[in-house]
């Protein structure tokens, strides 16, 4: 079982990640649909400001876990925090800890996720994507949302495609609208679920090249993706799961290039 950042390092061995606050904390977290149990006791711990990449094959629960973090799937044991704060529904061992809708998306708000398929509404366009949320949802001036959406955009190298509609775009260029779209509401933590899956190969290198300059300023990430390359370069902790478990986690260069597990050897072999 996974165990970085959850008990103290001994002295002399802690890593940069290891002495960071954790800013996700998921304990034995268990999820089944119906009689098939997707999640076993998964634990894992992101420090503030570090990056995790997910790793694992189709089918081993990556998508539900984090959906689980963003309240898109309640959880049937253990317990999440996200900042020191409960997002599961149950406290192991206690009584259910029931949260109000107005606390859920409270908590949603700190949490922006960014999926393979990029969601943007059709009918807006890549600025008014961005300002929906903040106006809508945060009651954000619609002036004062625009200026930062054009920030945004030029952030993720789109500063002259605010008019553009989604069908105007490549599948590269609506995905760094997504992620722009998700940092609009000043997340503290981002999710990002295999977010170049989806793109032609000659556009996955833009989008990851917004995901690395997030994460060097500094921004607390959980990741799935094959990129191998990706989590090798940007990745401070790397989790390899399968069949509802924590297989294997550690820094890159450990559980990229001297896995414990046969069963990490035999996927890595097969997304090489
Ligand atoms: P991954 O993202 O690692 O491919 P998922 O978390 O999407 O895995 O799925 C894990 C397992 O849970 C799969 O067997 C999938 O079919 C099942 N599953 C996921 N979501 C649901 C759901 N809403 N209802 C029933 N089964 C689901
Ligand atoms: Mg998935």
Known sequence: MNTIATTPPAAGTASAAVDARALVEIRRVRKSFGAHQVLRDVSLAVPEGTVTVLLGPSGSGKSTLLRCINHLESIDGGRILVDGELIGYRQAGHTTHEMTPRQIAR???????????????????????????????????RAKAKARARELLDR???????????????????????????????????????????????????????????????????????????????????????????????????????????RTRNFLESVR
């Open 156 to 262: 993720v190298g789109l500063a002259d495609f605010a008019g553009h509609y989604p069908s105007q775009l490549s599948g590269g260029q609506q995905q760094r609208v997504a992620i722009a779209r998700a940092l609009a509401m000043d997340p503290k933590l981002m999710l990002f679920d295999e977010p170049t899956s989806a793109l032609d190969p000659e556009l996955v290198g833009d989008v990851l090249d917004v995901m690395r300059e997030l994460a060097n300023d500094g921004m607390t990430m959980i990741v799935v993706t094959h990129e191998i390359g990706f989590a090798r370069g940007v990745a401070d902790q790397v989790v390899f799961m399968d069949g509802g478990v924590v297989v294997e986690a550690g820094p890159p260069g450990e559980v990229l290039d001297r896995p414990q597990r046969q």
């Open 107 to 141: 908590q949603r708000r700190d949490i922006g996720m960014v999926f393979q398929k990029f969601n943007l509404f059709p009918h807006l366009t890549a600025l008014e994507n961005i300002t929906e949320a903040p106006v809508g949802i945060a009651g954000v001036p």
